[in-house]
Each structure stands twice: as structure tokens, then as C-alpha cells.
């Protein structure tokens, strides 16, 4: 069990967010180191490199909010990191560097790889629903939707790098018995670590200066109905992401999504879940299939 803490009892005031560094994917740290040796890369093509995982995402956002790097300049995503603080180069460096430390410090488990695939899988669903008219006429941006649904279970991954083995153990070995009894979640996580992956994740993100959207959306992911707070728009993409990552079933079309709660969907505009059909669908299909290939 990391040091962190002295038992499974989580209190957010022992854990010091300065220097958490949270493990990214490995396969992540190969793609930069082939950009480290493209003398042509560019600030985009970095960007969708380290935008693939929610780690990375995370302590980038950290680094460049800190005092070293902070400036009038507002953070909205990995662009304006490089951009406004580190530079191609700089941001190379340092990605691959938290890279090297993770890797160093990390305990590898299925969980945080599990973890990252739904994240990827619920950013590119929350960034393809952008492109729904009612969410285009919210100004709904679409790279912001996908870091909002990248970033909503990094909670997860902190849980698991502190508690280690015990934290995926026990959603294997007791959390499915519970789910039978009706047990939630947030209960089971409460039970055992006295706080949520969304309240801990909500925590970090806002310790670390992620902006507020990201924030919301890590911190109301769970929460139904989705409150009225400033970005409800992008909380409501993220858990209807999510939603159709658990029922869509490619095969069965449209209808596989009968069982999305109607409240949802009125919540973020929508009659019902017909109202999702179209080319759309038909993109968000082929991210589900890739996802479930994988998992």
C-alpha cells in the first residue's frame, strides 16, 4: 500500500496532490519517444499524442497551472500548454520524463489499463455527441468534451495508485455481490476508503488547476440529476458517454439505447433516445466496437 496513507481509510488531507504523479499508459511514452526524434513535429500532433491518456492530460495541466509556468494566459487544453508555457520541445521533455517516473514508481495493474481504454472510449464518444446540433447550439466545443470525458475517472487511477493491488481487488472480489444487493458505487467506494473516486478526482483536478468544465464533469459524473452548475452541458456529455458505452450494442442499433433514463436525456436536451440516430451513431458505433475489441 503506497505511504500516502496509513489505512484504507481515505482522508484527503494526508494526501499531498503536489506530489502525486499519476501513471500514464506506457504505450503513450513510445508514441513520444517517435516524436522526440521527428525534428517536424508539430504542437497539434503532439497534442493528440498526450491527449490520448488521462494521466499525462492530468499532470501536464498540473505542471503548467504551477507557479513555475503559470501565467494570464488561461489553459483550456494540451495546445495551449505547449504553447503558452512549455514549448514542443519542453513539453517533449517533460512528458517523457513523468513517463520515466510513473513507470519507476508505478504498480502496474489491469485496473489503470481497463481504466484508460473507457476513459479514451467515453472522451471520443463525449467528442463525436458534440457534433449533435443541440450541443453545437450550447457552443459545445468538441476538444473540450473529449478531455471532459478522457479526464471524469482519473479518481480511479489516484485510488488505485494509492491503495495499489487491494483497490481493483476489491471491485473484483466484492463490488459485483454488492451491485446484486443494490449497493451504488459511491456506497461501496465510501465503505471501504470513506470517499469516491469522483470526490478524490474532483479534488486533484481542482488542486491541480484543471480547468473548471473538467472539474464539474469529474465531480458530477455520478450525480443524478446533473445539478445546475456552470458547464452542466459537458458533466451531462460525459455521463451520456458513458451510458451509451454501457448499453449501445452495434448490432442491435439505436434501440439498444432504450434503457438510457429519459431524465438524462431531457437533461441534456434531447426527447429521447431516437433523437441520437444518424451519422453520429454510426461513429460512435465503431468507437464501442473498437473498445470492446480491446477490453
Known sequence: MNSLVEDKSLDLELLDFSKIILPPCPSVGIELIKLRNDPDVTV???ANVIELDPSLTANLFRICN?????NLIPKENIEDCIIHSLGVD????LALELCILAE??????VMNESCWLHSMATGEIAKSLSKLPNFESEGVIAKDAYLCGLLHDIGHILLNSVFGKDYHLAFDMTFPDMVKEGTALGEFEISLYGSTH?????ELAENWGL???ICKAIRYHHTSPIPEVKDKIYVGLVVLAENILTHLNPNEGIDSLRDIPVELLNQVGLSNYRDLSGRVMRNIGRIV???RSVI
Open 44 to 46: 497539434e500532433e503532439l
Open 66 to 70: 504551477s507557479s513555475l509556468y503559470r
Open 90 to 93: 519542453g513539453a517533449l521533455d
Open 104 to 109: 519507476m514508481n508505478a504498480d502496474p495493474s
Open 198 to 202: 469522483a470526490s478524490v478526482g474532483y
Open 211 to 213: 480547468p473548471d468544465k
Open 289 to 291: 466496437n473498437n473498445y
